[in-house]
């Protein structure tokens, strides 16, 4: 009973533009397909936007600043060949070992941790992505609703409301997935013919992104291929990919025929995949895994073992509490390949959780000056700078992080802890807001800012930058809303405190 409420109050909501998801910055502009007349490219972001923060609520987002770099700075390569432009395309990382990657409406795409270390190779997880690209730029979700009628959101608010149920009753993180599931299965069944169209055109469409960007196009069957031969006997065992994207014998020929039709220099696999693999492979692991032995046989064989296994030895002996071991490992790969982050980073936090906060502030500010402003590289310096009780330091290192980098909610999140350790506290209320406003929810960013506002002492720059904000943010405000919305009104009392 209650998710059908959900269902039905999303729905409404969602029909009334009344998902308060868009980040200010301007709409996004329609592309003219005639899909737009039922579902517009703004209406998919409210959409994606609003499920994205779900889950993120949820504890489903994979936060960790190395594997968001790496996912986007991949994604957003093969989505800049896309023909179709006017998404902001996101990328993140789902706490799931099933093998499965979704598109949201909007151009937010998710990739389970289990798809990507089922991948063999870079050019596999791009074919995936791109696939997915392809879904996002022919709009097969307004598209879908432009052929059944505007009742289809229906299916939109399903899932939404799948995600809000698994938020607020503590659903374990595969009981939601797979509620999600249903929902996005149901739809395909009662668009069955539609949405194997939607799959050969975005097979079709993915394969000239992934050559367009130098991958192998091959590799986007040779991955088909490979789940389906994974599938057991009597149709168990099914990858959760081949239940929402279904692929066939046929569809695999003819979309190795598209591969063969491609021809160019194709690039090898950066050093940061085999690494982004190991390490999502390490964190996916529960706490009780023998995290010691995981990596004994590639250590012991006679080929000597590669450096992604020797990375994700490391972060294994790590979480086993084996940190000398890890530090020695960390420090010999990063001084062999001094070019790769993601040995800078890792070796900082061994550092620090060894107890040696002046090795890891070392290892880090070193890091900092050969990457400046590198996303991971700030955050894991900033978090070595807080451990060790410099928290204006951290402030001043991720506010400049900030102000020329578009952050993510999680970096914003984080700005205002710092900022708020380092005892600013009207800055870590402004921080909060932004992080706010990047989940979608204005309302409650402009109640941090009007927090912030209350904080005694603050000069009048702050003041006029607080002011400012609000004013620009209601005015994204549904005009009901806004109305309602009282300048100077104080923040609930639950919201009056600083951020920790």
């Known amino acids: 009973m209650r998710t059908s409420v959900l269902i039905l109050s999303l729905l409404f909501a969602l029909q009334g533009a009344a998902i308060h998801a868009e980040v200010p910055g301007g709409e996004l502009p329609d592309i003219g397909n005639p899909a737009s007349t039922t579902l517009s490219v703004s209406e998919e972001y409210r959409i994606g936007l609003a499920i994205l923060r779900e889950l993120r609520q949820a504890g489903q987002v994979v936060e960790d600043p190395e594997i968001n770099e790496y996912l986007q700075s991949l994604g957003l390569r093969l989505a800049s060949e896309a023909q179709e432009g006017g998404y902001r395309f996101r990328f993140f990382a789902v706490k799931d070992t099933g093998i499965n990657a979704f598109a949201l409406p909007g151009g937010f795409i998710g990739v389970n941790a289990g798809l990507v270390t089922a991948t063999r190779s870079e050019s596999e997880l791009a074919g995936v992505l791109a696939h997915e690209i392809a879904h996002v730029t022919q709009r097969h979700i307004a598209r879908s609703v432009q052929q ?33 599931s249903a929902a996005q299965g149901l739809a395909a069944q009662q668009q069955i013919n539609f949405t194997r169209s939607n799959e050969i055109e975005a097979d079709r469409v993915g394969i000239g992104i992934l050559a367009a960007a130098s991958f192998n196009p091959a590799a986007m069957p040779d991955f088909f291929q490979t789940m389906q031969q994974r599938t057991g006997s009597g149709g168990r065992n099914i990858p959760e990919l081949l239940r929402t994207h279904p692929v066939t014998t046929e569809r695999i020929a003819e979309t190795r025929d598209r591969a063969s039709q491609h021809t160019g220099v194709l ?28 990596y004994a046989a590639a250590a012991s064989a006679d080929q000597p073992a590669s450096d992604g296994q020797v990375y994700g030895r490391a972060l294994a ?14 420090s010999e790969l990063r001084d062999r390949r001094p070019d790769i982050t993601l040995y800078h980073t890792a070796l900082g936090q061994a550092q620090l959780e060894a107890g040696r906060s002046v090795d890891s502030r070392a290892t880090l500010e070193h890091a900092l000056q050969l990457f400046p402003r590198n996303v991971p590289v700030t955050v894991r310096y900033a978090e070595a700078l807080l451990r060790d009780g410099d928290a204006r330091r951290a402030h001043v290192v991720l506010l400049d992080l900030f102000n020329n980098v578009p952050p993510t909610p999680e970096q914003a999140r984080f700005t205002a802890v710092a900022a708020n350790a380092a005892g600013d506290v009207a800055d870590a209320y402004y921080y909060l807001s932004e992080y706010h406003v990047m989940n979608g929810d204005l309302p409650l960013a402009i109640d941090q800012l009007r927090m912030a ?11 006029e930058r607080f002011d400012a904000r609000i004013q620009e943010l209601q005015e994204y405000l549904p005009k009901g809303r806004r109305a309602r919305e009282v300048p100077g009104a104080g923040a609930p009392e639950q919201e009056g405190r600083a951020p920790r």
């Open 267 to 294: 690039r090898p696999d950066s050093a940061g995949y085999a690494l982004i693999r190991e390490r999502l492979a390490v964190q996916s692991l529960p706490p009780e895994a023998p995290f010691r032995d995981l």
């Open 317 to 330: 002996l790590a979480r086993a509490g084996d940190l000398d071991t890890a530090i020695g490992l960390l």
């Open 453 to 463: 506002q209350a904080v005694p002492g603050i000069n009048g720059v702050q003041r």
């Open 148 to 180: 059944a009628g505007r009742a289809n959101l229906a299916s939109a608010a399903a899932i939404l409301a799948a995600v809000l149920l698994g938020a607020t009753t503590g659903l374990p993180g595969d009981a939601m997935m797979g509620t999600i």
